[in-house]
């Protein structure tokens, strides 16, 4: 038991320094590259002088320790081929994280989960495997979880924004001039994404290429849509506001009626959340409050026959609500 009280304080201490390091380190290394780029960006500031990055540091802090352990996580990632997916995960979810902060992040709350609830259940080794299942499966809803909510805040900011396009070419202004003032008068994500397209452009990247990385970023189709367009307006000509104004008009209809499905399913979402939780949670309580009642579960051929039918179902009921409840607008 003092055996894995302390383990389960050095995992604890050692999750809590690095999202403490996480919070702090990260802005502190956006604020150091927004110096470097400014002066490219719409503002046209003119930075300081900026120290050297070191190529080795991580947001999660400067120590030996975290450092050496976020470049294991690294090369675990590039031995496993998963670093450039994740890559693409965190910056679509907007997380300042690398990929080897993020795995690290992941597994220490892993461990923590496994050894806390191990503990509570007094060294039972199903509270453990249900505690590391935990702290593998929810670190990666919330990444997805982001991942969505920042989609769909670009997706209903997107209407206003090519609307303001389309304003903006229609006084005089080219292109890159339309995307300068979506930076300065847009909120985030939008202002983040054209920001770093004006950036793009300004080193030399043509305009649609850059449009074409802020869909390919945010996973947005309707915004692929926008910059097919835009590429076949330069090809063959025409009034590219005019082209704008009824494109933004398009998707406002579709956002106003994606909220209304949204809100209609909002319902049928929460009864899937409850029955899949219901389950989990109930035999987590078992495993702290009654752990004699489900030990059976897991030290008996019946009771793993009955969790494994039981873990298909649950995925199988899932699967199908989900089916059921989405609605692609």
Do not use: C
């Not at 080795?56 to 352990?69: C, F, N, V």
């Not at 990632?77 to 450039?84: C, E, F, Y």
């Not at 449009?211 to 090809?235: H, K, P, Y």
Request: charge should be positive.
């Amino acid at each position: 038991m003092l055996i894995g009280l302390l383990l389960l304080f050095a995992a604890l201490a050692l999750l809590i320094f690095l999202t403490v390091g996480a919070l702090t380190g990260a802005g502190r290394q956006e604020t150091e590259v927004l110096r470097r780029i400014s002066v490219y960006s719409a503002a046209s500031r003119r930075p300081g002088p900026a120290p050297a990055l070191d190529a080795g540091s991580s947001g999660l802090g400067d120590g030996p320790l975290t450092r050496s352990a976020v470049g294991l996580m690294d090369r675990v990632a590039r031995t496993g081929r998963v670093d450039r997916a994740l890559d693409a995960r965190l910056e679509s979810a907007g997380l300042p994280l690398r990929t080897g902060e993020w795995m690290l992040l992941h597994v220490s709350a892993a461990v923590g989960t496994a050894l806390l609830l191990a503990v509570i259940a007094r060294g039972r080794p199903a509270a453990a495997v249900a505690g590391l299942f935990l702290g593998l499966v929810v670190p990666w809803g919330v990444l997805l979880a982001a991942k969505a909510r920042r989609e769909a805040r670009f997706l209903a900011q997107l209407p206003d924004t090519l609307q303001l396009l389309a304003g903006g070419l229609a006084v005089g202004y080219s292109l890159p001039q339309a995307i300068d003032s979506v930076v300065r008068e847009s909120h985030a994500p939008i202002r983040g994404e054209f920001s770093r397209a004006l950036i793009e452009t300004r080193l030399g990247m043509p305009a649609e290429d850059a449009l074409d990385g802020i869909a390919t970023r945010t996973n947005s189709r309707d915004f692929s849509w926008v910059v097919m367009a835009i590429r076949i307006q330069r090809e063959v000509g025409g009034n590219l506001a005019e082209l704008l104004g009824s494109v933004a008009e398009t998707l406002r209809e579709r956002e106003r009626l994606r909220r209304q499905v949204a809100a209609l399913s909002a319902e049928g979402k929460l009864s899937g959340i409850i029955l899949a939780a219901l389950p989990v949670v109930f035999a987590l309580y078992l495993m702290v409050a009654r752990p004699e009642y489900i030990d059976p579960l897991f030290s008996t051929p019946l009771g793993l026959a009955l969790l494994g039918f039981g873990v298909f179902s649950l995925a199988v009921g899932g699967f199908w609500m989900s089916k059921v409840i989405r609605v692609d607008v």
